[in-house]
């Protein structure tokens, strides 16, 4: 079975500084992870997937992700939020064997000016 | 490439009625899939697709039926809808398992 849990709900950062957004899965398999960014009211977009290559992956807009099998973990970070960041973020496992992906519940970003 | 399509944008339903939201995908993925989308719950998977004439339930199937006769399109069908499937609903598609998923831009239902 697989599962996956975003440890926060809401993160609130300046604008220019770091962003850290947490996620710990479970997976029986090799897994692959994704995160996807959705702004409001629109559609989800890839921003990074690691898929068993490098385990430090970089996406778009300057985030990162490190995979970490010992820890479970698959954490975003960014190392300067820009105003355009805020939007709502999803950490995402699919084991291969599985054949379909399981969400977290989110983790809403909001960067103050 | 039009990547993956959902018809309608927006849907109003009177509880009991029945509707189909269409799916459709351009670029021959072999999985495709369905989710609901609730405030403050992620998306949750309703049911997906591992082929064409292979479907199975996902984490919230009830009150929802699926087919798929071929790899393009993948309906989901309301039965008699009921208030508690107000949501929006994404369809999504992928070449292989594990590989990222590409999404439709949604439809927002509401069940009155």
């Known amino acids: ?113 | 490439n039009a990547g993956v399509t959902q018809t309608p944008k927006f849907q109003v339903l009177k509880t009991g009625q029945s509707m189909t939201l269409q799916c459709a995908q351009d670029m021959n993925h072999e999985y495709m899939s369905w989710y609901r989308q609730d405030p403050g719950m992620g998306l949750r998977l309703i049911h997906y697709s591992v082929g064409a004439g292979i479907t199975d339930q996902g984490e919230v199937p009830n009150g929802y039926n699926v087919s798929r006769s071929t790899t393009e399109d993948f309906p989901l069908r309301l039965l008699s809808a009921a208030p508690s499937q107000t949501s929006v609903y994404f369809c999504a598609s992928n070449r292989l398992a594990g590989y990222e998923q590409f999404f439709g831009p949604g439809t927002r239902l509401t069940v009155l």
């Open chain 1, 1 to 113: 079975a697989q599962s996956v849990t975003q440890l926060d709900s809401h993160v609130s950062v300046s604008e220019g500084t770091p962003v850290l957004l947490r996620c710990n899965y479970s997976s029986s398999y090799s897994p692959s992870l994704f995160w996807y960014v959705q702004h409001p009211n629109k559609g989800l977009q890839l921003l990074l997937k690691y898929t068993s290559a490098a385990t430090l992956v970089k996406g778009i807009n300057g985030f990162e992700a490190e995979f970490k099998k010992s820890e479970t973990s698959f954490h975003l970070t960014k190392p300067s939020a820009h105003m355009s960041d805020a939007a709502e973020y999803f950490c995402v496992v699919s084991d291969p064997g599985a054949g379909k992906s399981t969400f977290g519940d989110g983790t809403t970003l909001t960067v103050k000016p």
